[in-house]
């Protein structure tokens, strides 16, 4: 995907901001997505002793941003290189054409394992979801459609970026055999079918839950909690869309644009991988104030229970976490044994003040 940057305009030198404002941007960023990350494993070890399969997707996406935004603050200096050549301020020589040949390699590594973060990311949330959904009557069907489509979807960005530029070597190339001379709308056109791949899965993962939260006859206060935790990849879905539009020059790239709003999409996404169950591992950590019990859904109440398709399902009233399981179930993360039914729905919300 990087392999094409050398259409930058000498107007754009103007408009940079300097050298040192990127740098400040990539790890203002980094950093509290790495920080969030940390915590998030720190007290899910505290709480349970172990780690789960979605925290070490979350740990991957965190270290892919840490990796890509070392990677672009040593590559940066050579974006400013090939603005201030566009720009006629110096003269390319020997060593000038060596280090944007290593930036060209660089980039094209750095957005390859960019995807990896995002696609860290959505295996995290979707493993996260599959603990809600388990036990609930065709819910595990629709996951898995999502699971497959996800796997699809990453591949063919992942191949995208290897055929996008014809041959292969023209990425790493300058002058006439260059890919952005040879094919020069390849690497933008690459970049915007990532984004609508990348679009479409985050809507597709956010729409898992839906019916949760649907047929749980709760106040509206209470779904409207749900639904902004089940709703946090719009985050993700608007930084891709800003990503895409303000990298974009014409048709074709600009490479410091592409690598801040890279390094900033990279970051919200492990910021928003980490925050539903965060909240919950803070509750169960720190506390609850308890609570009274509703009952809702379809079926006869009795009492503080009724009848739901095998499930169980537990729901933080202060638009915490749902559950539907045929095991009471942890919302920060894990089975706490069997119930004596699995044919309940419970709902928790906090009492009124």
């Given at each position: 995907?990087?392999?094409?940057?050398?259409?930058v305009?000498?107007?754009?030198?103007?408009?940079?901001?300097?050298?040192?404002?990127?740098?400040?941007?990539?790890?203002?960023?980094?950093?509290?997505?790495?920080?969030?990350?940390?915590?998030?494993?720190?007290?899910?070890?505290?709480?349970?002793?172990?780690?789960?399969?979605?925290?070490?997707?979350?740990?991957?996406?965190?270290?892919?941003?840490?990796?890509?935004?070392?990677?672009?603050?040593?590559?940066?200096?050579?974006?400013?290189d090939?603005?201030?050549?566009?720009?006629?301020?110096?003269?390319?020589?020997?060593?000038?054409?060596?280090?944007?040949?290593?930036?060209?390699?660089?980039?094209?590594?750095?957005?390859?394992?960019?995807?990896?973060?995002?696609?860290?990311?959505?295996?995290?949330l979707?493993?996260?979801?599959?603990?809600?959904?388990?036990?609930?009557?065709?819910?595990?069907k629709?996951?898995w459609?999502?699971?497959?489509?996800?796997?699809?979807?990453?591949?063919?960005?992942?191949?995208?970026?290897?055929?996008?530029?014809?041959?292969?070597?023209?990425?790493?190339?300058?002058?006439?055999?260059?890919?952005?001379?040879?094919?020069?709308?390849?690497?933008?056109?690459?970049?915007?079918?990532?984004?609508?791949?990348?679009?479409?899965?985050?809507?597709?993962?956010?729409?898992?839950?839906?019916?949760?939260?649907?047929?749980?006859?709760?106040?509206?206060?209470?779904?409207?909690?749900?639904?902004?935790?089940f709703?946090?990849?719009?985050?993700c879905?608007?930084?891709?869309?800003?990503?895409?539009?303000?990298?974009?020059?014409?048709?074709?790239?600009?490479?410091?644009?592409?690598?801040?709003?890279?390094?900033?999409?990279?970051?919200?996404?492990?910021?928003?991988?980490?925050?539903?169950?965060?909240?919950?591992?803070?509750?169960?950590?720190?506390?609850?104030?308890?609570?009274?019990?509703?009952?809702?859904?379809?079926?006869?109440?009795?009492?503080?229970?009724?009848?739901?398709e095998?499930?169980?399902?537990?729901?933080?009233?202060?638009?915490?976490?749902?559950?539907?399981?045929?095991?009471?179930?942890?919302?920060?993360?894990?089975?706490?044994?069997?119930?004596?039914?699995?044919?309940?729905?419970?709902?928790?919300?906090?009492?009124?003040?």
């Amino acid at each position: 995907m990087a392999q094409h940057q050398l259409h930058v305009r000498s107007a754009e030198l103007e408009k940079a901001l300097p050298i040192y404002g990127y740098y400040a941007i990539y790890w203002a960023v980094t950093a509290p997505a790495i920080s969030l990350m940390v915590f998030r494993l720190w007290i899910r070890w505290q709480k349970h002793g172990s780690l789960y399969i979605d925290d070490l997707f979350v740990f991957f996406a965190g270290f892919f941003c840490l990796v890509i935004a070392v990677m672009h603050t040593l590559f940066t200096p050579y974006i400013f290189d090939i603005m201030e050549a566009q720009a006629g301020l110096v003269t390319p020589d020997a060593e000038w054409m060596k280090g944007i040949y290593l930036y060209l390699k660089m980039q094209w590594a750095t957005i390859f394992i960019f995807w990896q973060l995002l696609w860290s990311v959505k295996f995290s949330l979707l493993l996260f979801f599959k603990r809600l959904m388990d036990g609930i009557d065709g819910m595990m069907k629709w996951w898995w459609v999502v699971v497959c489509l996800n796997i699809i979807f990453w591949i063919s960005v992942m191949l995208s970026q290897f055929v996008n530029c014809r041959p292969f070597s023209s990425s790493f190339k300058l002058g006439a055999e260059a890919c952005s001379t040879r094919q020069p709308t390849a690497p933008w056109e690459a970049m915007i079918y990532a984004m609508i791949a990348d679009v479409i899965t985050d809507i597709m993962i956010m729409a898992l839950p839906l019916r949760l939260i649907i047929n749980l006859k709760i106040s509206a206060r209470q779904k409207f909690g749900l639904v902004i935790i089940f709703s946090l990849g719009l985050l993700c879905i608007t930084f891709a869309l800003i990503r895409a539009l303000l990298s974009s020059v014409g048709d074709s790239i600009s490479p410091i644009w592409l690598t801040t709003w890279t390094q900033v999409e990279g970051s919200v996404a492990v910021v928003v991988a980490c925050l539903p169950a965060l909240r919950g591992l803070l509750r169960k950590n720190y506390g609850s104030t308890g609570g009274e019990e509703y009952m809702t859904g379809g079926g006869a109440v009795r009492g503080s229970h009724i009848q739901l398709e095998d499930s169980h399902v537990k729901v933080d009233g202060e638009g915490g976490f749902v559950h539907a399981a045929t095991e009471p179930f942890d919302a920060s993360g894990g089975y706490e044994g069997r119930p004596e039914s699995t044919e309940e729905l419970t709902v928790r919300v906090q009492p009124k003040v």
